[in-house]
Every structure is written in structure tokens, then in C-alpha cells.
């Protein structure tokens, strides 16, 4: 008996500044995908929340902390973020103008909800890369996806995060005790190694388990201050 698979439904592909992007309905996921390369889904969720809570509690309890959150993605960091009061501001740096309308006025609204209507979130449009270059703004803590990881970046470019000047970047917009979390898709212990070098200190890494594989994890380091 011959067995059927579910094939994506395609809901809407754009022309970004850096290729091609697609959101796609698989069953009951949404998901993302850009120059055909899978980047995430709506099928868990847990290490992107992870992500936000894990910065929040490597802090000191300074009071309403401004966190940056890198990629908007599905929307599971902005909502786990806006659903905790302890946050004060909330700045979303995302380049893909598609992304922020699916969740604006598209189906990934299901994930965000009232996130991006939060009177604390502030949506920007913009590379990540150059944003962390050239703003003028400080952070408590900034909390990027933007990749599968240091070691598997969606472009080129992108790659420059996580060099020794990259992180002297994210280490110039944070505040003294801020917090650097960055999600991957695996262990990078090469990454580790790059966080203490550049000067972050108690540098760990968080994971969580998957069905299948290695687990994702979020790597952490606090800037001296």
C-alpha cells in the first residue's frame, strides 16, 4: 500500500534584500524558509523561550531591563518576552519586511498575538549586523537568532557576529552586566572558546533535548562591569 506524505502549502514567497523567502503551512505548522534552506517551524518553541528566560535570569535584578531580541522568526521569543513583566522594553530587529507582515497582518499572528501591538515592543527593520554597528541605543541583554548557529549562518555575511570584532559589537550595546544569549542548533564549543576571548565572562551553554539529534542550546556570557 503506497504511503502519502503531506506536501507544504505555500502561503507566500517575497523577494528580500537577501533571496528569497517563503512561509509555508506543513499540517499544523507554519513555517520559514529562505534560498530553500529550512531556518524554523512552529512545532515547539521551547529553546526560543528559553532563549529570553535564560538572559532574563543571568541579569542582576536590575529593574525593567531593555532587552534586543535579533530575528523576529516565528515569534516565539517577542511573545515569551512580552508575556513577562519583568521586561521593560523590548526592540525586535528583523530585515525581512515579509516576516513582519506575516506576523502583522498574516498567520504567524497565531504564534505573536498582541506581541508586536505591546505598547514595550519597538519592531526594526534592519540588519542585525549593522544595527549592533551603529546604534546609539544600550541593551540589558541582547537575545539573537538570527542563524542555525555560529558554526551554520543563513548568509555570509552574517558570520561577522560571532568574530572577535562582532562580539566586541554586541559587548560596545550592552550595558555593564548585560547579558550576550545566542540560540544554535547544536553545540558550538568553538563559540565558547570565542565568548571568553572577546572578553565575556561566566560563559555556559543551556541545553534542550530534541526527539532526534543533537539538542539546540543557547550560549551565554555576561559582560564585565
Not at 17 to 29: F, M, Q, T
Not at 30 to 56: H, K, P, W, Y
Not at 82 to 98: H, Y
Request: with cysteine; charged share 25%; proline share 7%.
Amino acid at each position: 500500500m503506497p504511503t502519502t506524505y503531506d506536501i507544504p502549502e505555500v502561503l507566500d514567497r517575497r523577494e528580500g534584500p537577501h533571496g528569497e523567502v517563503v512561509l509555508r503551512r506543513h499540517g499544523a505548522l507554519l513555517q520559514i524558509i529562505a534560498n530553500g534552506c529550512f531556518l524554523m517551524d512552529t512545532s515547539d518553541g521551547r529553546s526560543e523561550r528559553l532563549l529570553v528566560d535564560a538572559a532574563l535570569d543571568a541579569l542582576d535584578g536590575r529593574p525593567e531591563p531593555h532587552v534586543l531580541i535579533g530575528g523576529l522568526g516565528v515569534g516565539f521569543s517577542l511573545a515569551h518576552a512580552c508575556g513577562n513583566p519583568r521586561w521593560g522594553r523590548i526592540t525586535v530587529v528583523e530585515r525581512e519586511r515579509a516576516v513582519i507582515d506575516w506576523h502583522r497582518a498574516g498567520p504567524l499572528s497565531e504564534v505573536s498575538g498582541n506581541a508586536l501591538t505591546d505598547p514595550r515592543t519597538e519592531i526594526v527593520e534592519t540588519d542585525l549586523v549593522d544595527y549592533v554597528n551603529e546604534t546609539s541605543d544600550t541593551f540589558d541583554a541582547l537575545c539573537l537568532d538570527i542563524d542555525n548557529g555560529p558554526d551554520w549562518t543563513v548568509t555570509e555575511a552574517n558570520a561577522g557576529l560571532y568574530s572577535t570584532a562582532g562580539l566586541a559589537g554586541c559587548a560596545r550595546v550592552l550595558r555593564p552586566g548585560g547579558v550576550l544569549a545566542v540560540w544554535s542548533a547544536k553545540p558550538s564549543p568553538e563559540f565558547e572558546g570565542s565568548l571568553r576571548n572577546a572578553g565575556f565572562r561566566h560563559v555556559r551553554t543551556e541545553e534542550i533535548p530534541v526527539a532526534r539529534g543533537v539538542p539546540d542550546v543557547v550560549h551565554l556570557g555576561v559582560r564585565p562591569g
